[in-house]
């Protein structure tokens, strides 16, 4: 029987000498590639160079050394008798290890002033081969892609006689596979930064935009940051100023939302997103009288279009966590939607197209670095989504459910009386959650959110939560606000705060209370406890929605406090029933959804 052979073409020869003694001690017959063969040689190991069964010399300046029948039929060939009749017939041995690493190619790139002659000359080709070849037969050969595994691999060839092992192979094949999965992308990382970047000017651009450079991540020490897709294009362009890492995390959740809405509803919509979940999210239902002045939109030139009405809902729900929002439209924003953008605090917006008008309004906006988006109406995102937490990463199918009327079906309370506007409102108020960092709770009226409980722990404290901004929404409605005497020149992000000071009833102190009194004509007295409670008594037909199923009926009687009417959660608490009972209480209908949206 002849001796085992093992090929040797190592880039990195740490401990490379020892373990070539310890093969050679163990009767394996050792085959070598340039460089390497060259190494264990002058060691006085005995190695044949693989030229001595290609017959063939190395060539190209290297390029090519191992590609040649004569190895890889050696590598590839299986234990069954057409392969070994083949071997047989050309002359060629078995191979029973490979040993092999890679051209420095990562390292090469992070040198400064690399050039792409220099990078392209450290892709590995003969080296990536041979390992995948070794690894994908790896019932029968053992491929060594990491100098950490020699130890264990002489142990275990040793005691076996020369068979490590069926786990061991598996093993070591499946690092092999890894190994050449990360060369093979920060090969097409890089050179999605030479030939497919938004920053590349057209002569250099090869094809379509995949990535685009970041000015930093989450925060400005997370450097360098990107967005990149790694098939097709990305799917948005940028018509003006620069997104960042949040700035896009909001756009593409933004999108996904009011892109759902109009599918599910039927009409435009628009959300207003800070930090990964809207802050408002409304469809394009007309505006009438008081709305228009609570929504800010009173005295637009422009009339509303169903697009405008929809983010002046979305803007004007909850305008303190709008301040500085990132947009999303799910139609080609118009001349009257750019307007109202046009006078608010924004870090950008996201919609599939501009007319000529609303761009060149846009444009205009923080002078010329406000970021507009242009989605792709047609782009659909891949069935599996992949993200990365502390190293580790995790898999899942995306979020594909679907809300529509047919979710709400399952009416468990004794009244069932569920109109088309409650309907609206509650598949409104449940793709919002989908899109809000859970716990969550949505509060929506005539088609808007109108009170978002985000990011709690306790469920209870989301209904709250949402339940307040319900309230001060509504509140705003009060003839006291709608006729506050501001004087002429204040801001509308200062009248804003001014009045969700006011109808929070914050007590406010030394130069804070000043500064509020001082964008007054006449200081306001405070709303008292009895106008608040009466006017919180003309608010009902509110619908609720819950992300998950609610524990306890506090949050059943919680939510009946501002005006909710309409109920939505999952089932499955043991404390359904009492939840239920407390709905019957308030004469309220609750629909089981039978589905949890948690979003992280």
């Known amino acids: 029987m002849s001796a085992p052979i093992a090929l040797l073409s190592v880039y990195d020869k740490t401990n490379l000498i020892e373990f070539a003694t310890k093969l050679h001690d163990a009767g394996v017959r050792l085959l070598g590639s340039g460089g390497t063969a060259s190494k264990i040689r002058a060691a006085g190991i005995a190695i044949e160079d693989v030229s001595d ?120 094949a499946l690092k092999a596979f890894e190994m050449t999965a990360c060369y093979d992308a920060a090969i097409s990382g890089y050179f999605r930064e030479q030939y497919a970047s938004a920053e590349l000017s057209p002569e250099k651009l090869a094809g379509p935009v995949q990535r685009m450079a970041l000015r930093y991540g989450a925060n400005p020490h997370q450097k360098p940051a990107q967005a990149f897709v790694e098939h097709g294009a990305l799917p948005f362009k940028v018509l003006s100023g620069s997104p960042g890492y949040i700035n896009l995390l909001d756009a593409l959740n933004s999108y996904a939302l009011v892109s759902e809405l109009q599918e599910a509803l039927d009409l435009p919509a628009a959300a207003s997103f800070k930090h990964v979940s809207p802050a408002g999210a409304a469809v394009g239902l007309p505006l009438e009288g008081t709305d228009k002045q609570v929504y800010g939109v009173d005295d637009l030139k422009e009339p509303l279009t169903p697009l405008a009405a929809a983010y002046a809902r979305a803007r004007g729900a909850d305008r303190m966590s709008s301040f500085g929002d990132f947009i999303a439209l799910s139609a080609p924003c118009d001349l009257a939607t750019a307007r109202i953008i046009s006078r608010e605090v924004s870090d950008g917006l996201i919609a599939p197209g501009f007319s000529s008008e609303a761009l060149e309004v846009l444009k205009k906006k923080k002078g010329g670095k406000y970021c507009v988006l242009e989605m792709d109406p047609k782009y659909l995102p891949g069935k599996v989504e992949t993200r990365q937490v502390y190293g580790v990463s995790m898999q899942q199918n995306r979020n594909d459910a679907k809300i529509s009327a047919l979710l709400f079906e399952n009416v468990v309370t004794q009244n069932k009386n569920l109109p088309k506007e409650a309907l609206t409102d509650l598949i409104v108020a449940t793709l919002a959650l989908k899109y809000t960092q859970s716990n969550s709770v949505a509060y929506a009226l005539n088609g808007s959110i109108i009170g978002l409980g985000a990011g709690q722990q306790s469920r209870i404290h989301c209904t709250r939560l949402a339940g307040a901004k319900a309230d001060n929404w509504w509140l705003r409605h009060h003839p006291r606000v709608l006729s506050l005497p501001f004087k002429a020149g204040v801001k509308r992000a200062e009248k804003a705060n001014a009045i969700d000071l006011f109808v929070s009833g914050e007590e406010l102190e030394g130069g804070e209370k000043e500064q509020w009194e001082f964008m007054f004509e006449t200081v306001p007295a405070p709303l008292t406890t009895e106008e608040k409670r009466e006017w919180a008594g003309r608010l009902s037909g509110v619908a609720c929605s819950s992300d998950a199923f609610f524990p306890f009926p506090d949050n059943v009687h919680r939510a009946r406090k501002s005006g909710v009417t309409y109920l939505a959660a999952p089932g499955g608490s043991v404390m359904d029933a009492e939840c239920i009972k407390a709905a019957d209480e308030h004469q309220m209908v609750f629909a089981h959804t039978s589905l949890r949206l948690f979003h992280h």
Do not use: Q
Not at 79 to 102: G, K, R, T, Y
Not at 139 to 162: H, M, N, Q, T
């Open 53 to 172: 069964i290609t017959k063939a010399p190395e060539m190209l300046g290297g390029r090519v050394k191992t590609l040649h029948p004569a190895v890889h039929g050696g590598i590839l060939a299986r234990n069954i008798p057409a392969d070994e009749a083949d071997l047989a017939a050309h002359s060629i041995h078995p191979i029973s290890i490979v040993v092999c690493n890679l051209y420095p190619f990562s390292s090469t790139i992070a040198k400064p002033g690399c050039t792409l002659a220099e990078a392209v000359e450290e892709i590995d080709i003969g080296g990536v081969t041979l390992l995948r070849a070794a690894a994908k037969n790896h019932s029968r050969v053992a491929v060594l892609s990491d100098p950490l595994d020699y130890d264990e691999f002489i142990a275990a060839w040793l005691a076996g006689k020369g068979d490590v092992g069926e786990a061991l192979r598996n093993k070591l």
